[in-house]
C-alpha cells in the first residue's frame, strides 16, 4: 500500500510561483511513474506533468510546458512541481499518483495509476 500527502498549495497572485510536494510512504518512486493532475471546479482532472518509470523522463501539458518542473528528491520519497509564471487558469486542486505498470504512452491518463495524494488547493488570483 502507498500513501501519497501533497503539500505546498496556496493563494498565489498571477506571475508568482509555488512548490509542491509529494512525499510517498509505503514505497519509494524508484521503480514508479508519477504524475501530476490538477482538476477545477465543473471539469475533468487534467494531466499536469509526469516522469516515467524508466529513464526519468518528463512530459508537460502544453498549458504548463516551460513554467513547470517536475523532479524527484534523491531518496525518491518525494516528488516536487515547480510552478513558475502561474496564471488565473491554473487555479485547481493539484493532485499526484503513482503507478507501478504506467507506460510512456499512457502517462496522461489518470486510469493508469494506482494511488493519489488527497490533494492540495492552489488559487491563482490578484
Known amino acids: 500500500q502507498v500513501q501519497l500527502v501533497e503539500s505546498g498549495g496556496g493563494l498565489v497572485q498571477p506571475g508568482g510561483s509555488l512548490r509542491l510536494s509529494c512525499s510517498a510512504s509505503?514505497?519509494?518512486?524508484?521503480?514508479?511513474?508519477v504524475a501530476w493532475f490538477r482538476q477545477s471546479p465543473g471539469k475533468e482532472r487534467e494531466f499536469v506533468a509526469a516522469?516515467?518509470?524508466?529513464?526519468?523522463?518528463?512530459y508537460y501539458a502544453d498549458s504548463v510546458k516551460g513554467r513547470f518542473t517536475v523532479s524527484k528528491d534523491n531518496a525518491k520519497t518525494t516528488v516536487f512541481l515547480q510552478m513558475n509564471s502561474l496564471k488565473p487558469e491554473d487555479t485547481g486542486v493539484y493532485y499526484c499518483?503513482?503507478?507501478?505498470?504506467?507506460?510512456?504512452?499512457?502517462?496522461?491518463?489518470?486510469?493508469?495509476?494506482?494511488?493519489w495524494g488527497q490533494g492540495t488547493q492552489v488559487t491563482v488570483s490578484s
Open positions: 509505503g514505497r519509494t518512486f524508484s521503480s514508479a511513474a
Open positions: 516522469m516515467s518509470r524508466v529513464g526519468g523522463h518528463t
Open positions: 499518483a503513482f503507478g507501478q505498470r504506467v507506460i510512456t504512452s499512457s502517462l496522461r491518463l489518470p486510469r493508469q495509476y494506482d494511488y
